[in-house]
């Protein structure tokens, strides 16, 4: 496998064209940090005596008939990416970046904000992050969360002041969060639609590392890159939708290992190479 790699890698390095190295990340790079996956039966919000799964509860729907718990999950959620650290994954990728500099480019599923914690700027966060809020009515700007407003204990209510500060300045609707909820589509403006298929088109190489493939952008990214003859490598821990896409093609290769330990190797690989 690792001679295989070793071939491809340096091949996608000496072309002229379609030679850039993306990366895809989503959950699994981020749970050797401590966070579970949205998904995961971890990632199960319970409020009262209400058990509430992903799909139904993070939608606008539900946000519209339910902010303030919903922002409650979110400032939640806020507390617990700020308590956690960029693991030894996020820091390869971020080594990785500084060898390949300009024709790196890291598209990701996570909100945590671990990649950027680690270093990495070249990011493409097609979910959206946690960090930023826009107008539940389309208003159109896309503001920084509030200073004041900091992460909660999973039983802590909004304050008056908290609410105030999480409505439209235009037209007075709640706030929300700026990421992908399960009933919305992906666009340019918040989730980087065209940028990061135009990346899967001119990659040479595309890893995929902790994510299953559930959502249609990233088996979008992955097909765009197969279809310009661009190889696909699966770093994960089992099979998955990417793993079904790419079986009887010829241009992929399927690592079963930790993220990180197949980090060190293309790491290795790049430096041998540089
Ligand atoms: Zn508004």
Redesign the pocket.
Same mark, same amino acid.
């Given at each position: 496998m690792e001679e295989h790699l070793s071939e491809i890698i340096s091949q996608v390095y000496n072309k002229n064209k379609r030679n850039l190295f993306a990366f895809l990340t989503g959950a699994g790079i981020s749970a050797d940090s401590g966070i579970p996956t949205y998904r995961g039966v971890d990632g199960i919000w319970i409020k009262g005596t209400k058990f509430h799964k992903p799909e139904e509860f993070g939608t606008l729907k539900y946000f519209k008939e339910n902010p303030e718990e919903v922002w409650q999950y979110s400032l939640f959620r806020k507390k617990m990416f700020e308590n956690a650290n960029p693991n030894e994954s996020h820091q390869e990728i971020f080594t990785i970046e500084n060898l390949l500099k300009d024709r790196f480019h890291l598209i990701t599923q996570n909100i945590d904000n671990l990649h950027r914690r680690a270093g990495s700027s070249r990011i493409y966060e097609i979910h959206g992050n946690n960090r930023e809020i826009k %107008? *539940?009515?389309?208003?159109k700007e896309i503001m920084h969360l509030p200073v004041e407003i900091k992460g909660k204990n999973i039983d802590e209510e909004l304050t008056e002041k908290e609410i105030n500060l999480l409505k %439209? *300045?235009?037209?007075?609707?709640w706030?929300r969060p700026n990421i992908l909820w399960f009933d919305e589509r992906y666009d340019e403006k918040t989730n980087k639609i065209f940028s990061s298929l135009k990346i899967a088109k001119n990659s040479g190489i595309l890893f995929i590392i902790g994510t299953s493939g559930a959502t249609n952008l990233p088996i979008a990214i992955a097909e765009t890159t197969l279809k310009y003859g661009g190889t696909i490598v699966d770093i994960n821990t089992e099979d998955n939708h990417f793993t079904e896409l790419i079986k009887n093609k010829k241009n992929k290769i399927i690592i079963r290992d930790t993220s990180t330990q197949a980090l060190r190797t293309i790491k290795k690989i790049i430096e041998n190479i540089n």
């Amino acid at each position: 496998m690792e001679e295989h790699l070793s071939e491809i890698i340096s091949q996608v390095y000496n072309k002229n064209k379609r030679n850039l190295f993306a990366f895809l990340t989503g959950a699994g790079i981020s749970a050797d940090s401590g966070i579970p996956t949205y998904r995961g039966v971890d990632g199960i919000w319970i409020k009262g005596t209400k058990f509430h799964k992903p799909e139904e509860f993070g939608t606008l729907k539900y946000f519209k008939e339910n902010p303030e718990e919903v922002w409650q999950y979110s400032l939640f959620r806020k507390k617990m990416f700020e308590n956690a650290n960029p693991n030894e994954s996020h820091q390869e990728i971020f080594t990785i970046e500084n060898l390949l500099k300009d024709r790196f480019h890291l598209i990701t599923q996570n909100i945590d904000n671990l990649h950027r914690r680690a270093g990495s700027s070249r990011i493409y966060e097609i979910h959206g992050n946690n960090r930023e809020i826009k %107008c *539940s009515n389309g208003c159109k700007e896309i503001m920084h969360l509030p200073v004041e407003i900091k992460g909660k204990n999973i039983d802590e209510e909004l304050t008056e002041k908290e609410i105030n500060l999480l409505k %439209c *300045s235009e037209c007075g609707s709640w706030m929300r969060p700026n990421i992908l909820w399960f009933d919305e589509r992906y666009d340019e403006k918040t989730n980087k639609i065209f940028s990061s298929l135009k990346i899967a088109k001119n990659s040479g190489i595309l890893f995929i590392i902790g994510t299953s493939g559930a959502t249609n952008l990233p088996i979008a990214i992955a097909e765009t890159t197969l279809k310009y003859g661009g190889t696909i490598v699966d770093i994960n821990t089992e099979d998955n939708h990417f793993t079904e896409l790419i079986k009887n093609k010829k241009n992929k290769i399927i690592i079963r290992d930790t993220s990180t330990q197949a980090l060190r190797t293309i790491k290795k690989i790049i430096e041998n190479i540089n």
